[in-house]
C-alpha cells in the first residue's frame, strides 16, 4: 500500500499528488512512468512521473479527470492508500550534450514536460519553453516552468491569459527568426505534437514526441500503445510503454495512432459516468 502525501488541484479537471514511494522516488528520471492501481479490482493505468523528493521519498504524479479509475483516484485524500504503486518504467528522456533546447508542452501534457525542462536547467543547457491551454481556467504549473527556463511563452487558445494562439505560433517565430536549437521536445495532444513537428521540419531541428497519450496498461501486452515508425522508407512497429515512451518525431504516423486513439473515447467517457453514478449512491 502507498500513501498519499499531498493531494493539489491544479485546475477544475487535473489534480496532483505526492505519493510516498521511496524506492521509486531514488530511481526513477524524467520521462519516465509508474503504474498503479487505486484498488485491488482496479485497473491498472500508467502515470508519468512529474517530480521526485528523494529526501522525502515521494513520487509527484499528475492526472486528468478522464475515465473510472482516474475519477476513483481523484476520490483519495491525503492520508489515504492506494493499492500498487510501480516503477520506474521506460526508457528516461535523453538530455546529454543538449546545450539549447525548447520544451512544448500543452495541457495536462505539461505535468510530464515540467521535469524534463528542469533536467536541462539543471545541466546547465539553456531552456525555452512554450506551453499551451484552451484558457486561463486550465493552465497549470506556470510558476514551475519559469523557475527552470530562460525563457517562457504561455498561449491559450482563446486569448484568456497571455498570448492568443496555439504554441505553434511563437516557435515558428523563433525559427524563422534564426532560433537555433540543438533540439525540440513536444509533450502533450496527438495533434499538437504533428503540427509542433511540422513547424519544425522546414528548419531542420531535431523533434522528440513523448507518446505516452496512447499507452493503457504500460507492459505492451494489451497492444494499446502499438504505433508505427517510417525508417528508411520501411514501416517499424513500436510500442510506447517498452520502445519509448520518447520518439523521433519525424519517423512517428500521427495520424494512425490519432485514429487508434478515438477508438476508446466512448468506453472512456462510459466508464467515468458509471463509476461517478455508482459512487453517487454509495454516498446518497
Known amino acids: 500500500m502507498y500513501r498519499i502525501i499531498t493531494k493539489k488541484n491544479l485546475n477544475p479537471t487535473v489534480t496532483q ?12 528520471l524524467p520521462g519516465q512512468f509508474i503504474i498503479l492501481r487505486v ?37 483519495k485524500n491525503e492520508g489515504e492508500f492506494i ?7 521506460g526508457v528516461p528522456t535523453h538530455t546529454d550534450g543538449i546545450k539549447k533546447v525548447c520544451i512544448v508542452g500543452g495541457g495536462v501534457g505539461c505535468a510530464i514536460a515540467m521535469p524534463v525542462a528542469q533536467a536541462f536547467h539543471e545541466q546547465g543547457a539553456e531552456v525555452t519553453s512554450i506551453i499551451g491551454f484552451r484558457s486561463k481556467d486550465l493552465l497549470i504549473l506556470e510558476d514551475e516552468f519559469r523557475a527552470c527556463s530562460d525563457r517562457l511563452v504561455v498561449m491559450t487558445d482563446d486569448g484568456s491569459y497571455a498570448r492568443h494562439g496555439n504554441v505553434t505560433v511563437p516557435l515558428k517565430e523563433m525559427l524563422e527568426a534564426g532560433e537555433r536549437f540543438d533540439l525540440i521536445i513536444t ?28 499507452m493503457i496498461d504500460g507492459t505492451g501486452m494489451c497492444g494499446g500503445c502499438r504505433l508505427t515508425l517510417v525508417q528508411d522508407g520501411k514501416r517499424v512497429t513500436k510500442f510506447a510503454c517498452v520502445d519509448g515512451p520518447d520518439f523521433n518525431g519525424y519517423e512517428v504516423d500521427f495520424d494512425e495512432a490519432m485514429s487508434r486513439g478515438r477508438m476508446y473515447f466512448h468506453f472512456e467517457r462510459r466508464a467515468h459516468e458509471k463509476t461517478c453514478n455508482l459512487l453517487k449512491g454509495a454516498n446518497a
Open 187 to 214: 509533450i502533450g495532444p496527438l495533434i499538437m505534437m504533428k503540427f509542433v513537428t511540422l513547424t519544425a521540419k522546414p528548419f531542420g531541428v531535431p523533434v522528440t514526441v513523448s507518446m505516452n497519450p496512447i
Open 83 to 89: 493499492r500498487d504503486f510501480v516503477g520506474p518504467l
Open 17 to 28: 499528488m505526492e505519493i510516498e514511494a521511496p524506492l521509486v522516488a531514488n530511481k526513477a
Open 39 to 75: 484498488n485491488e479490482e482496479g485497473e491498472r493505468i500508467p502515470l508519468t512521473v512529474a517530480g521526485v523528493d528523494k529526501a522525502r521519498g515521494a513520487v509527484k504524479i499528475i492526472f486528468q479527470i478522464v475515465g473510472a479509475t482516474t475519477e476513483l483516484l481523484n476520490r
